[in-house]
C-alpha cells in the first residue's frame, strides 16, 4: 500500500524531479529496509538513490548519478551485466506491448549479481540481489522505475513480470529473446507453516517436535516444498513465497492470465 501511494505521488512530480519528488523518495527510502532508487527509463539516468551500500556497492551518490545506466558496469557481475543491459532496453518495448493492460501489471522483479571489492580480499566478492521494479506510467508511457534491492539467497537470475491478483507470471527466456507465461501454485497451510516456522530459525528436526510429526514426514512436506517453488533450500523457499506473495496471500487472489476473457 506504501507503494502505491508512493507511486502515485512520485508520479505527479517526477516529471519535473523537484524538491518535492525528492522528498517523497527520502521520506519512503527512511522507513524500508531495502535498497532503493528510482530510474528514469526516457533519460536513462537515476532520479534518486537511496545512500545505503547494497546498491552502490561502495560508490557514492554523486558517482552514480552522474554516470547514469553506465553505473550498472561497475556494480553488476560482468557474466550477468549483458542480460541486465538486454532487459533495459526491451522492457520499454515490451510494456509498450501491453499497452491497455497497464492496469494489470504489478511489478517487474529480477535477480542478478553484484560484485564489490573489499580490502582484505584479491577478488571482488558477488553478493545475489533480489530487485523488485514498479513501472510509473505517464502518458500510458512507462516512464519510470521504482526499484528496491535486497540481498537473497537465490543462486539463478532471471527477469519476471508479475500481474496483479494473479498467480501468472512471465519469465524473460534471454536464449530465444521472448517471455513465457507460467503460473505458481497455491500453498497449503502445511506449506506455510514450514515456511513462517523456518523464518523464526527453527531447522527440520525442530519443525517435527513443534508440530509432534516424524523427522521423515517433515523431510518429505520440505522436500515437496523445494520441487513446487523450484528452490534447493529453505531459506531459498522463504525469500521466494515472499516475493510471490504466498506466505500472506490476497484473499480474493484469483488464478489467471490478462489476456484471457
Known amino acids: 500500500m506504501i507503494m502505491n501511494t508512493f507511486e ?36 536513462k539516468q537515476f532520479c534518486y538513490i537511496k545512500p545505503d551500500d547494497l546498491f552502490l556497492c561502495g560508490h557514492s551518490v554523486e558517482e552514480a548519478m552522474t554516470q547514469g545506466y553506465d553505473f550498472y558496469s561497475q556494480i553488476i557481475h560482468p557474466e550477468d551485466l549483458p542480460l541486465w543491459n538486454n532487459f533495459l532496453e526491451i522492457i520499454p518495448q515490451y510494456l509498450k ?18 560484485i564489490r571489492n573489499n580490502s582484505f580480499m584479491k577478488d571482488p566478492l ?36 508479475h500481474y496483479k491478483n494473479s498467480l501468472t507470471y512471465e519469465k524473460y527466456e534471454p536464449a530465444v529473446g521472448s517471455w513465457s507465461t507460467h503460473t505458481m501454485s497455491f500453498l497449503n497451510e502445511r ?64 488464478v489467471g492470465f490478462p489476456n484471457e476473457t
Open 8 to 43: 502515485d505521488l512520485f508520479s505527479e512530480y517526477a516529471g519535473r524531479i523537484t524538491d518535492t519528488a525528492n522528498q517523497y523518495c527520502k521520506i519512503i527510502s527512511s522507513i524500508i529496509t531495502d535498497s532503493l532508487y528510482v530510474l528514469d527509463i526516457v533519460q
Open 191 to 254: 506449506e506455510r507453516i514450514l515456511l513462517n516456522l523456518s523464518r523464526q530459525g527453527l531447522n527440520s528436526n525442530d519443525i517435527s517436535e513443534t508440530l509432534c510429526r516424524s523427522k521423515h514426514t517433515i523431510q518429505n512436506q520440505i522436500k515437496a516444498l523445494f520441487t513446487k517453488l523450484d528452490v534447493h533450500s529453505m531459506q531459498e523457499a522463504v525469500e521466494r513465497a515472499n516475493h510471490c506473495n504466498l506466505l500472506y496471500p490476497y484473499k480474493e487472489k484469483k
Open 126 to 161: 558477488s553478493q545475489m540481489v533480489y530487485q523488485k521494479m514498479i513501472p510509473v506510467w505517464k502518458n500510458k508511457k512507462i516512464g519510470y522505475l521504482i526499484c528496491s534491492v535486497e540481498s537473497v539467497a537465490y543462486k539463478k537470475n532471471g527477469f519476471y513480470l
Open 97 to 114: 506491448d501491453l499497452q491497455g493492460k497497464q492496469d494489470t501489471i504489478d511489478y517487474i522483479s529480477c535477480t542478478f549479481r553484484l
